[in-house]
């Protein structure tokens, strides 16, 4: 699936309306959220479906995101229990993913579930993608625009870089907020944090009243983003580092890091570090030119700290063979 001709949209009445054609045909459209960038398909058409795992390259049992307009068109797709809808009533339009019980009516393609008898769904805030929701009136399956176990896209040129000639169209949308992905939660009993994302454990509890289960990392794929090797640069990375090696490209946090090559938060902002952190593995991988590795000064637990360490972890993972 290369050498297509891609196109660069922009996020007016015309670029939408081409983004919906495209959409329409089971093609794929790259489109702006306030987490990262998703690479758009049709959740109802198993051709498109296909088409997103084909030009990630991602393997077909991880399931998809599915991003809908609002709350009345999610419950077309899933079944919402007291927890669920609170949740939705808290959080969404936003950063956080529900996994829930998937209505057998709910004609989405069975690729988007990966066979489960779940179904992730999200609304996001960002305004290009609720306008593109609206003209196309149905689900979108969107994981993020960027080739499988890749650092994830927070810019325009992130997908250029990474999907060019392998989708139909990027609609542009600026620099994502956020820059982490949306939490997922599993309401199953108790709920689960299945991956820590752009609104905190802490955030969830209050509205639940209730503490979160977490789930083991060895544990079968139950919802995106469960990969133990993920978001992964070219260069080898290591994490907590204070004291780089010789050669070694070092990222810092806070001010405490003069020495750094890139910072992701000079004066120790998470949200800024979230906004920065793909951008600047993408930087720290080039400047690594395949020699050297890469290390990640310590962050913060706690906060949006806790979906950056999860993103670094999975970076720093062994990746696999094949």
């Known amino acids: 699936m290369s050498n297509i001709d891609t196109q660069l949209l922009q996020p007016d009445a015309l670029g939408l309306d081409q983004a919906v054609q495209i959409l329409q045909a089971g093609g794929l459209v790259a489109m702006p959220t306030e987490t990262v960038y998703g690479l758009a398909g049709d959740a109802r058409n198993d051709h498109a479906v296909a088409r997103i795992f084909a030009a990630k390259g991602r393997p077909h049992f991880n399931p998809l995101i599915v991003h809908v307009q609002d709350l009345e068109q999610a419950q077309k797709y899933a079944h919402f229990d007291t927890n669920a809808m609170a949740l939705a009533l808290a959080f969404w339009p936003g950063a956080l993913t529900l996994v829930l019980p998937l209505r057998l009516e709910s004609g989405l393609a069975p690729l988007v579930t990966a066979g489960l008898d779940t179904v992730a769904l999200r609304v996001p805030s960002h305004q290009v993608a609720r306008d593109l929701l609206a003209h196309f009136d149905g689900p979108l399956a969107a994981p993020s625009a960027n080739p499988s176990g890749r650092i994830s896209p927070t810019r325009v040129q992130h997908v250029v870089q990474g999907l060019w000639g392998r989708i139909d169209a990027i609609l542009e949308g600026g620099a994502a907020l956020v820059g982490v992905e949306s939490t ?139």
């Open 184 to 322: 997922i939660i599993g309401l199953s009993y108790p709920p689960l944090l299945l991956r820590p994302g752009g609104v905190s454990a802490a955030q969830i509890e209050h509205v639940l009243n209730a503490s979160l289960a977490t789930i083991h990392p060895q544990s079968a794929i139950v919802a995106p983003g469960q990969l133990a090797s993920h978001y992964a640069p070219n260069a080898a990375v290591r994490l907590g580092v204070m004291q780089p090696l010789v050669g070694e490209i070092w990222v810092g946090f806070g001010p405490d890091c003069g020495g750094a090559a890139l910072n992701l938060s000079p004066s120790a902002d998470l949200a800024e570090a979230a906004a920065n952190l793909f951008h600047l593995m993408r930087e720290a991988d080039l400047l690594a030119k395949g020699q050297a590795s890469i290390a990640f000064a310590p962050i913060p637990s706690h906060g949006l700290g806790a979906a950056i360490n999860d993103r670094l972890s999975r970076s720093a993972a062994p990746r696999p063979r094949c």
